[in-house]
């Protein structure tokens, strides 16, 4: 069968449109490739700014950790200074104390020692001297010392000196006086007696040294005086 010149003609025609599309789908994935392209551009230029940002932040991370290390270590610095400081000013302020407590404290016995002997004599113990500062040794090693000692060779009165007196020291003063003869043997066959004198009194200390059995001597102004009654028989140890 024959091939007209029209089938021809459209044969061409349809080869042509065919070619057309071809083309144009190219034209088409060319596009896409460059869209593409441009696309992974973009994310590759967002990465390295990401990865940028993500330096810069471990920098500042790390220059953010070095100030904090910096502030520890400044912390700890101005934590030691100020616990030595402390530790001086305590120290001084101990130091200070001691010394004020042990001025006083001789201020305190020059003036119940002065009038001791008169003091005792109103209340019928004949005294007939004292003496002051008695310390030693204890036999199992430790230390006593008692402030005054009034004594006639037969009754020996002893004081125990306090700016201010407290329950604590009454009962540890008493302690003592339960041992004094045999820390100190030279008086064991005496009739000894015991005294507290002070500047003031807390919580009730003065009553308790009175019950006791203990003269209480308060020093006021530039003297002394015997707060117990009159009819007051003292302890005898």
Same mark, same amino acid.
């Given at each position: 069968?024959?091939? @007209?010149?029209? $089938?021809?003609?459209?044969?061409?025609? &349809? *080869? +042509? !449109?065919?070619? %057309? /599309?071809?083309?144009?789908?190219?034209?088409?994935?060319?596009?896409?490739?460059?869209?593409?392209?441009? @696309?992974?551009? $973009?994310?590759?230029?967002?990465?390295? &700014? *990401? +990865? !940028?940002?993500? %330096? /810069?932040?471990?920098?500042?991370?790390?220059?953010?950790d070095r100030i904090l290390q910096?502030?520890?270590a400044s912390h700890k610095e101005?934590?030691?200074?100020?616990? &030595?400081?402390?530790?001086?000013?305590?120290?001084?302020t101990k130091a200070l104390e001691?010394?004020?407590?042990?001025?006083?404290?001789?201020?305190?016995?020059?003036?119940?020692?002065?009038?001791?002997?008169?003091?005792?004599?109103?209340?019928?113990?004949?005294?007939?001297?004292?003496?002051?500062?008695?310390?030693?040794?204890?036999?199992?090693?430790?230390?006593?010392?008692?402030?005054?000692?009034?004594?006639?060779?037969?009754?020996?009165?002893?004081?125990?000196?306090?700016?201010?007196?407290?329950?604590?020291?009454?009962?540890?003063?008493?302690?003592?006086?339960?041992?004094?003869?045999?820390?100190?043997?030279?008086?064991?066959?005496?009739?000894?007696?015991?005294?507290?004198?002070?500047?003031?009194?807390?919580?009730?200390?003065?009553?308790?040294?009175?019950?006791?059995?203990?003269?209480?001597?308060?020093?006021?102004?530039?003297?002394?005086?015997?707060?117990?009654?009159?009819?007051?028989?003292?302890?005898?140890?």
């Amino acid at each position: 069968m024959s091939t @007209t010149y029209e $089938e021809i003609l459209n044969l061409f025609r &349809e *080869t +042509d !449109r065919k070619f %057309q /599309e071809t083309d144009r789908k190219f034209q088409e994935l060319a596009a896409s490739h460059k869209e593409t392209d441009h @696309t992974l551009q $973009e994310l590759a230029a967002s990465h390295k &700014e *990401t +990865d !940028r940002t993500l %330096q /810069e932040l471990a920098a500042s991370h790390k220059e953010t950790d070095r100030i904090l290390q910096e502030l520890a270590a400044s912390h700890k610095e101005t934590e030691r200074f100020l616990n &030595e400081s402390a530790q001086r000013m305590e120290k001084k302020t101990k130091a200070l104390e001691e010394l004020f407590v042990g001025q006083w404290g001789k201020l305190m016995e020059s003036l119940v020692e002065g009038d001791l002997v008169a003091l005792l004599r109103q209340r019928d113990i004949l005294i007939a001297d004292t003496s002051t500062r008695l310390k030693g040794r204890t036999p199992n090693g430790g230390n006593y010392e008692f402030d005054i000692l009034a004594h006639n060779g037969d009754e020996v009165v002893v004081v125990e000196v306090k700016t201010t007196l407290r329950p604590k020291d009454v009962t540890h003063f008493i302690a003592k006086l339960d041992c004094i003869k045999e820390w100190v043997p030279r008086y064991a066959n005496n009739r000894m007696y015991g005294a507290v004198a002070w500047l003031t009194a807390n919580a009730g200390a003065e009553e308790m040294a009175i019950k006791r059995g203990l003269l209480s001597i308060r020093a006021t102004g530039n003297s002394a005086s015997i707060q117990n009654p009159i009819e007051f028989m003292p302890r005898q140890w």
